[in-house]
């Protein structure tokens, strides 16, 4: 059966640390893993990461995936209030469907 | 240029009505999935449709639960005979093929209760 974990589950930082989440996966047939971030509505979409240790970045956030440790990292530097949030991992896998499997999230709170 | 649109947002149902839930993809999407989130849960897919096809419902429970993309409106997720363990946030997310490079794009999302 898939399986992706992420951690930490909760993280709780003050404004301008950096932090780095964590997911590691077990899926066949991979394909990409995708980071979404959910501000209690619709999950929205952050990177696709397809090949290993090529960094994506955009503004303060960047993201890694290791496809030999089966594991990709998410950064955000300078954290903002406004990073608050659940940050989603989702390796892309299914033969045929292409469906994402979900880990249950890192919901990170930044204090001021 | 509208998203991914989803309603109701808030559905509450007593045990044993029926529920029907609504998604309307993006413009130009013709390939949707149905997620469930329980709550402290992350999402669980449940079905993949194309128009009018049925591709993937391999995360869908065999009873109760069916889905429907027609030719012409919106995609339908629809549960039977409820029972309080549906209680959970359904979404909708669209793509434009069913590539393995593209992502997927969500909605708001539908919360069930039952009560």
């Known amino acids: 059966e898939d399986k992706v974990v992420q951690s930490p589950l909760s993280l709780v930082v003050h404004e301008g640390d950096t932090v780095t989440l964590n997911c590691s996966y077990e899926?066949?047939?991979?394909?990409?893993l995708l980071w979404y971030k959910q501000e209690k509505k619709a999950p929205t979409f952050l990177f696709m990461l397809?090949?290993?240790?090529i960094e994506k970045k955009s503004g303060r956030l960047s993201s890694i995936l290791d496809k030999k440790e089966l594991f990709s990292i998410l950064n955000i530097t300078a954290t903002q209030t406004g990073d608050s949030a659940v940050y989603l991992c989702?390796?892309?896998?299914?033969?045929?469907?292409?469906?994402?499997?979900f880990g249950k999230g890192t919901k990170l709170s930044v204090i001021p | 240029n509208a998203g991914v649109m989803q309603n109701p947002r808030h559905l509450v149902r007593r045990r044993g009505q029926e529920a029907r839930l609504r998604c309307s993809p993006m413009?130009?999407?013709?390939?949707v999935y149905w997620y469930r989130q329980l709550p402290e849960e992350g999402l669980k897919f449940m079905v993949y449709?194309?128009?009018?096809?049925?591709?993937?419902e391999s995360g869908m429970p065999k009873e109760r639960f069916s889905a429907e993309f027609p030719k012409e409106g919106p995609s339908i997720l629809r549960i039977q005979q409820v029972v309080r363990g549906d209680s959970a946030a359904y979404f909708c997310?669209?793509?434009?093929?069913?590539?393995?490079?593209?992502?997927?794009?969500f909605g708001p999302g539908t919360r069930l209760t039952v009560l």
């Open positions: 997310a669209s793509s434009p093929t069913s590539g393995i490079y593209d992502e997927q794009f």
């Open positions: 899926v066949t047939n991979f394909r990409s």
């Open positions: 449709l194309q128009k009018e096809n049925i591709i993937d």
């Open positions: 413009k130009g999407h013709s390939h």
């Open positions: 989702a390796p892309h896998s299914g033969a045929g469907s292409y469906q994402l499997t």
């Open positions: 397809t090949s290993s240790g």
